[in-house]
T-cell receptor, first 112, second 117 residues
Framework: AQSVSQHNHHVILSEAASLELGCNYS??????LFWYVQYPGQHLQLLLK??????LVKGIKGFEAEFIKSKFSFNLRKPSVQWSDTAEYFC??????????FGQGTELSVKP | GAVVSQHPSRVICKSGTSVKIECRSL??????MFWYRQFPKQSLMLMAT?????????EQGVEKDKFLINHASLTLSTLTVTSAHPEDSSFYIC?????????????FGPGTRLTVL
């Protein structure tokens, strides 16, 4: 069965700290991987995606993620977080037929 | 841009009544839309895939007679929660896939908060 697991439920950081959110997936086929962000009171927005090619993917707002096939991982990183990065972050994988399978989400709180 | 709207954003209803939620792609056509349910502090769970002009495909465990989906046009899909009960209270989110490819990007609506009393 396809699944996505996010290791951290709630992460609290101070501004300027570095961020890494873990994501592991379970899927036997060709994977397309995504990170979405949901700011408070807003809809889901795509941060970045990996379809093929360079496993280090750069997204919007300074975020990046690295696809490591051998570890079935797609961790999200940002060198220096800002208060405005406070949000819920979801990792997702494209399953059969293009359906998105989401991880449990990680709530990020950044202290000013 | 690719904007998806949902209406209403929030609805409160009595147990036993039916509620209709609309999902519209405002600036693109979407042959496929998806309906998700999100519980507090939990992930989005796919309920069904809505295909324009054909029957929706429901995920395992989702009652198709309770959650009626209609995708009558390329810009509108509706989800009707029939005979709603308190356990149906949740946050319902739709997404619309731009273009015909199965792996094209999905754009999400802002969600509808349903509270059943």
């Amino acid at each position: 069965a396809q699944s996505v697991s996010q290791h951290n439920h709630h992460v609290i950081l101070s501004e300027a700290a570095s961020l890494e959110l873990g994501c592991n997936y379970s899927y036997g086929g060709t994977v397309n991987l995504f990170w979405y962000v949901q700011y408070p009171g807003q809809h889901l927005q795509l941060l970045l995606k990996y379809f093929s090619g360079d496993p280090l993917v750069k997204g919007i707002k300074g975020f990046e993620a690295e696809f490591i096939k051998s570890k079935f991982s797609f961790n999200l990183r940002k060198p220096s977080v800002q208060w405005s990065d406070t949000a819920e972050y979801f990792c997702a994988v494209n399953g059969q037929g293009g359906k998105l399978i989401f991880g449990q989400g990680t709530e990020l709180s950044v202290k000013p | 841009g690719a904007v998806v709207s949902q209406h209403p954003s929030r609805v409160i209803c009595k147990s036993g009544t039916s509620v209709k939620i609309e999902c519209r792609s405002l600036d693109f056509q979407a042959t496929t839309m998806f309906w998700y349910r999100q519980f507090p502090k939990q992930s989005l769970m796919l309920m069904a895939t809505s295909n324009e002009g054909s029957k929706a495909t429901y995920e395992q465990g989702v009652e198709k007679d309770k959650f009626l989906i209609n995708h009558a046009s390329l810009t509108l899909s509706t989800l009707t929660v029939t005979s709603a009960h308190p356990e149906d209270s949740s946050f319902y989110i739709c997404s619309a896939r731009k273009g015909g490819g199965a792996y094209n990007e999905q754009f999400f609506g802002p969600g509808t908060r349903l509270t059943v009393l």
